[in-house]
């Protein structure tokens, strides 16, 4: 298993290269320009200077190999300095100093460092898509193994039916709906996604905890509705196989036999969809941050898109890349060690 990841770790290097270097000249193709946003006032020799200084001027391959030095060389070693120096889990070592004020990937927008940046925004992200997608999994899996189990009963004809509706409803419909009814009509819950609370009391934490009850439903309603379908299928394929009628002519309890026989083999398909959702939660993100003004991953690539702030599209756009490719490798990883007859070594 070892050998196996290590393997796909080397062999997703050039994947990941191969991938960023399509985004980046894509993007080269998409009309924008760093300086759109100075003001008229600003001569066109200090434009071209900034210009410069930004790298925009120089041909694009050179601007790719200096976007992947930035990614690859110099970013590794701020957050390394940042480890040693500022957090709480390693910063009893020694202070590396191995950033030496080189050039980072600059935003055009705000003209800081886009890591930075992101890295301000991924707290808001996760609180809200991380919480959704794991209120998702949980809810999905005991809905859809009771339909496989009692299928074509009231229990499973309701479950098709909701999730049905949650396949055909898209978040920008359900956000609004869910405002609409919850917030203006019946105001349980707040409809803007307040960022700047700092959660230090009992009052501060409930508050919390109902700004992200709405977004958290948009986006695990999609989450539900997808896995239970997945979870049903994959439990009637293992219901009528031969290995669960001998196990219950041994006089297996059907408790047993469900979820400890079927289960177990059920979960592999199940796990290639949780895993390979994880980078599309994120995307569906972008729209739900974007009605519940959570400021968020989504909500800061929208925002770099009507800007045209390619370095930060660019970036944005090679970590959701990155999160496919990593979670394929989690995905094959459980795989093993879900079904022992499965050897990669």
Avoid at 207 to 232: D, E, F, G, K, N
Wanted: hydrophobic share 55%.
């Amino acid at each position: 298993m070892l050998t196996f990841a290590v393997r796909r770790l080397v062999l997703a290097v050039p994947t990941l290269l191969f991938i960023s270097f399509v985004i980046f000249m894509l993007l080269q193709l998409a009309p924008g320009d760093p300086m759109a946003q100075v003001p008229l006032t600003v001569p066109a020799e200090v434009k071209e200077k900034m210009r410069q200084a930004l790298g925009v001027g120089e041909p694009p391959l050179v601007q790719y190999w200096k976007w992947l030095v930035q990614v690859f060389w110099i970013e590794p070693k701020v957050f390394i300095d940042y480890l040693t120096n500022s957090s709480t889990l390693v910063g009893w070592l020694p202070d590396t100093q191995l950033y030496q004020g080189e050039l980072r990937v600059i935003s055009w927008q705000t003209r800081s460092p886009v890591m930075d940046i992101v890295i301000q925004r991924i707290p808001q992200t996760l609180w809200v898509v991380g919480l959704a997608y794991v209120v998702g999994i949980l809810i999905a899996l005991p809905i859809g193994i009771y339909s496989a189990y009692r299928q074509y009963s009231v229990f499973d004809q309701s479950g098709t039916f909701i999730t049905m509706i949650g396949f055909s409803i898209p978040p920008f419909f359900t956000g609004p709906l869910l405002i609409v009814i919850f917030s203006v009509q019946l105001g349980w819950f707040p409809s803007i996604y307040d960022t700047t609370l700092v959660v230090d009391s009992w009052a501060a934490f409930k508050l919390q905890l109902q700004q992200m009850i709405l977004p958290v439903m948009v986006l695990a309603l999609q989450t539900t509705a997808q896995i239970s379908r997945y979870m049903r299928a994959s439990m009637l394929d293992n219901l009528n196989q031969d290995y669960v009628r001998t196990a219950r002519a041994k006089g297996l309890s059907e408790a047993v036999v469900v979820t400890v026989h079927v289960l177990r083999n059920s979960m592999i398909p199940v796990i290639t969809v949780i895993a390979l959702n994880v980078p599309s939660i994120f995307g569906g993100a972008i729209i739900t941050e974007n009605v519940f003004k959570v400021n968020g991953i989504g909500q800061l690539l929208i925002t770099a898109l009507f800007a045209n702030d390619l370095p930060m599209v660019m970036t944005l756009t090679f970590i959701f890349a990155v999160l496919i490719v990593l979670f394929n490798l989690i995905a094959d990883i459980l795989y093993g060690l879900l079904d022992p007859r499965i050897r990669y070594d």
